[in-house]
């Protein structure tokens, strides 16, 4: 009992001095733990969000073919540019990717742990959270692929998204349809546009129309929601990775939210995950997404008034994304136990992108996180992505380490 003790008082004592600590870079910490070159790159969006970008340049190996493309990775929600490192070394895309030779590019959206200034707004000012991930695919992504493609000479990079990482290049080709044109292909893993059917009982939950929380969140002055801290990088290290029960009850809230997986995730690399997530988010970009649950559509924001939607869109309801201007080379990944992207769903999103040329790919067992962190992620769904990747770059030597 007094071991007890003593160690909850320790562990409490490192709890407030995390929450005086700054918050690192766990990024680059995590690609400089692999002995690589990390880079930060600040892009500024159209409508004033001070952006980081990170780069794990391709390797200085004179067998690597200089015509590849790079790639460009874009999170979920709640996620960052970390969720495609933390797994290490044979586990994460970004770093299977630099392996294979390419250079690779890590998008961070505006409000999260690495993109949280703007050129006149402060963090702090409620006007900073006015967006939802509909700015992400309009602002953020455009202006990322920009400063990409100027800094590297290319006219195309290839694409990855995640979750919400999907949603914004959706949402950016549908809206500015222009932009099909810089990417060479897109690589679609958890895709989330229609959610009718949707079955997490927490985003159900959350997507609930409830005026007394929105009432409540207003005269709180919460307009971010879940943000990263030292303290949240340390404390969930701790309390998930110390003993079995702890370890097994967040492995068992996580699987509430994602799906239970075939492929549960292992102690050690479950702390490294709670180091960066969650990342923060706004409150729209929530409501957005429970919009979409609610409604059984893909669509543009409701502002739950007749007369600003007609201001905003010109008419009184939402518009829907016109799926139909996505003219791409799609390869779809979806798991049989996601919770999230129902398979019924991401068949009618593969039907309703009837100009794009799609290979549509089921993976048994998976939920909605596996696709970053599953042992076999490698093997049953990065190969595929390399490979195609090099195809299109015309490359006709063998893949390195492959």
Request: charged share 15%; hydrophobic share 40%; net charge positive.
């Amino acid at each position: 009992m007094k071991t007890s003790a003593i160690c909850l008082v320790i562990w409490l004592f490192n709890l407030i001095e995390a929450q005086r600590t700054p918050l690192i870079d766990s990024v680059c910490q995590a690609v400089q733990r692999q002995r690589l070159e990390c880079q930060v790159h600040r892009v500024e969006t159209a409508d004033g969000y001070l952006l980081s970008v990170h780069r794990i340049p391709a390797p200085r190996n004179p067998a690597c073919p200089r015509q590849l493309r790079p790639f460009l990775l874009m999170h979920g929600l709640l996620g960052s540019a970390a969720d495609f490192v933390s797994g290490g070394a044979g586990r994460s895309l970004a770093l299977e990717l630099h392996a294979r030779c390419f250079d690779v590019w890590l998008g961070n959206a505006r409000g999260t742990t690495h993109s949280h200034n703007h050129r006149s707004l402060s963090p702090s000012d409620a006007r900073f959270w006015q967006f939802s991930w509909h700015e992400i695919g309009v602002y953020d992504l455009p202006a990322t692929v920009d400063y990409v493609l100027a800094r590297t000479g290319k006219q195309q990079l290839h694409y990855v998204g995640h979750s919400q990482g999907t949603t914004v290049l959706l949402v950016l080709l549908s809206q500015r349809p222009e932009y099909n044109a810089r990417f060479a292909d897109a690589n679609l893993m958890a895709p989330v546009a229609f959610l009718k059917h949707l079955s997490s009982p927490p985003l159900r939950l959350l997507a609930s129309d409830s005026s007394a929380v929105t009432l409540l969140l207003n005269k709180l002055g919460l307009h971010e929601l879940l943000p990263a801290s030292a303290l949240t990088q340390v404390g969930g290290q701790y309390f998930c990775s110390s003993t079995l029960p702890t370890y097994a009850l967040c492995t068992f809230f996580t699987s509430l939210y994602v799906g239970f997986s075939d492929y549960p995730l292992d102690r050690n690399i479950l702390p490294r995950i709670l180091e960066t997530t969650p990342a923060g988010i706004s409150r729209r970009q929530l409501q957005h997404f429970g919009q979409l649950i609610n409604s059984g559509t893909f669509q543009q924001f409701d502002y739950r008034s007749p007369r600003i939607n007609t201001q905003r869109y010109g008419q009184a309801t939402p518009p829907s994304y016109q799926l139909a201007n996505v003219r791409l080379r799609l390869q779809i990944f979806h798991g049989s136990r996601d919770v999230l992207s129902s398979p019924v769903d991401v068949q009618r999103l593969g039907r309703e992108l009837r100009h794009s040329s799609i290979q549509m790919y089921q993976v048994s067992g998976y939920n909605h996180i596996d696709f970053l962190f599953a042992v076999t992620a490698p093997q049953l769904v990065y190969q595929r992505i390399i490979q195609q990747a090099w195809q299109l770059d015309a490359v006709s030597v063998a893949l390195p380490g492959g």
